[in-house]
């Protein structure tokens, strides 16, 4: 992690963004920085933490696992997203597992600053309730694609959501997703998802690159 200071780091999380100066510093003498390192767990679901955790570099992944260990992936989360803030509201244990997948580095905000920031700051309350909205939001559109939509349907609306423009006009899910990782995001078994995607490939879908990237066709749309 680069020897930034507290408030210069602050400074580049979207969170904290609106915050006045004053604001911004009595912040940055509350918050630690912290590296962990790959596929380490963040914050396990059932249990509570004492942080907010706002990722500064690197990625990780947010599941649900059921009792018998069946696992689903909810959401990558990638620099700018935060974690534990529904635990830190509510005083609920958490509702899935938050688990890196590179080396990751974040800034921790205690459990005593954060509610003393939420009713002093009313743009970081503002931004929380928005970041509250989008997960809900995206958690209907997954209750939806599970409860409405084929796996076809599924796995081609996990990939446009992974989609980027590159630039060149195509769209380009750029992190390699292996098949069992998709399978946890679309609630089917690897063997359908690998025959889905095979077919995709077949019917010139999706293009897989040499470095695991995948070009994602404009049509992939009428499937979803």
């Not at 390192?37 to 990722?55: N, P, W």
């Not at 018998?68 to 990638?78: F, P, S, W």
């Amino acid at each position: 992690m680069s020897m930034l200071s507290n408030l210069e780091l602050l400074r580049r999380v979207p969170l904290f963004a609106a915050l006045t100066p004053m604001q911004a510093a009595s912040i940055a003498d509350a918050i630690i920085k912290k590296r962990f390192k790959r596929a380490e767990m963040v914050v396990e679901q059932g249990k509570k933490s004492d942080a907010l955790y706002i990722i500064l570099t690197g990625r990780a992944r947010v599941m649900s696992t059921d009792s018998r260990g069946r696992e689903v992936i909810l959401a990558t989360l990638q620099p700018g997203d935060y974690i534990g803030e529904m635990s830190l509201i509510d005083d609920e244990p958490h509702s899935a597992t938050v688990r890196t997948e590179v080396q990751t580095d974040v800034l921790m905000l205690g459990r005593e600053a954060f509610a003393r920031c939420l009713p002093e700051n009313s743009s970081m309350s503002y931004n929380i309730m928005r970041g509250l909205v989008q997960r809900l939001r995206h958690a209907d559109r997954k209750i939806e694609s599970l409860a409405l939509m084929d796996v076809y349907g599924r796995v081609a609306r996990s990939l446009l959501e992974f989609a980027v423009d590159d630039g060149a006009g195509n769209l380009k899910v750029r992190d390699k997703i292996s098949r069992q990782d998709l399978a946890k995001m679309v609630g089917a078994s690897r063997e359908m998802v690998s025959r889905v995607m095979k077919d995709l490939e077949e019917r010139g879908f999706v293009q897989t690159q040499p470095d695991g990237s995948m070009i994602v066709k404009d049509r992939l749309l009428s499937l979803t």
